[in-house]
Nanobody
């Protein structure tokens, strides 16, 4: 069974940093595309970043996180990381990791940056 489990969410002050983790299991981690999405209250879920685990240099970032967020994959632990820096109130959301062409999602993890 394909499973994803996010962790690392917290309340952090503006300008602070946080690292989200997505522990993956049940599929070939070394040949997958794994992404991070987020959903803020009252808004649609939106893509944040994604990575091709077969080639960690193949990454994508949405414009509003470029230079602040960095996605990486660790095949030894089957974990995808999302370190986030210079956090803003607008980054407040539930963050989800996903794979399998958006077929499989984790349970989500709350990140709160007060205004």
């Amino acid at each position: 069974e394909v499973q994803l489990a996010e962790s690392g969410g917290a309340l952090v002050q503006p300008g602070g940093s946080l690292r989200l983790s997505c522990a993956a299991s049940g599929f070939n981690f070394d040949d997958a595309v794994i992404g991070w999405f987020r959903q803020a209250p009252g808004k649609e879920r939106e893509e944040v970043a994604c990575i091709s685990t077969s080639d960690n240099s193949r990454t994508y970032y949405t414009d509003y996180v470029k230079g602040r967020f960095t996605i990486s994959a660790d095949s030894t632990t089957g974990t995808v990381f999302l370190p986030m820096e210079s956090l803003k109130a607008e980054d407040t959301a539930v963050y989800y990791c996903t794979t399998g062409g958006l077929h499989t999602w984790g349970q989500g993890n709350q990140v709160t940056v007060p205004s």
